[in-house]
């Protein structure tokens, strides 16, 4: 029921060299595959893939850039480390911030002001719970 590519060799559809998740596909012609989308995962996610022994290979980023801008829908606190171990700053509820990036449950977030911070949050039901435009697995 997700929007998925399935990419072929030419003349050969029924070869598979990848199954993409994504909505939006971009072939830039250097070999090359980016897709982007919120399919399967918590916001609109990008990825590279390249081939590689006659299949596409994703490229593993250090963090996902998000780059969603939003607002809390509870009061969230953001931390220096992703150990939580420092807190930098707290965000009520209704205010406005940016996710900047991801890395797997850990989000770094940018309040109004510009102070940046970490938090750890998986989202675990359908819809938005604590960030607006955040949620369960794109659905």
Do not use: M
């Amino acid at each position: 029921a997700d929007p998925t590519f399935l990419i072929a060799p030419k003349g050969t559809p029924d070869q598979h060299v990848g199954n993409i998740p994504g909505i939006e596909l971009v072939l830039p012609g250097n070999g090359s595959v980016y897709v982007a989308g919120h399919t399967n995962n918590y916001f609109n996610q990008r990825s590279k893939y390249v081939p590689k022994n006659g299949k596409l290979v994703e490229v593993k980023q250090p963090f996902n850039y998000v780059g969603l801008d939003s607002k809390a829908l509870k009061d969230i606190t953001i931390f220096s480390d992703k150990k939580l171990s420092q807190e930098v700053a707290k965000i009520p509820a209704g205010t406005k911030l940016t996710v900047l990036l991801n890395d797997g449950d850990h989000y770094l977030l940018k309040t109004q002001f510009g102070l940046v911070g970490w938090i750890h949050y998986r989202p675990q039901q359908l819809g938005a719970d604590l960030i607006d435009g955040l949620y369960f697995l794109g659905d």
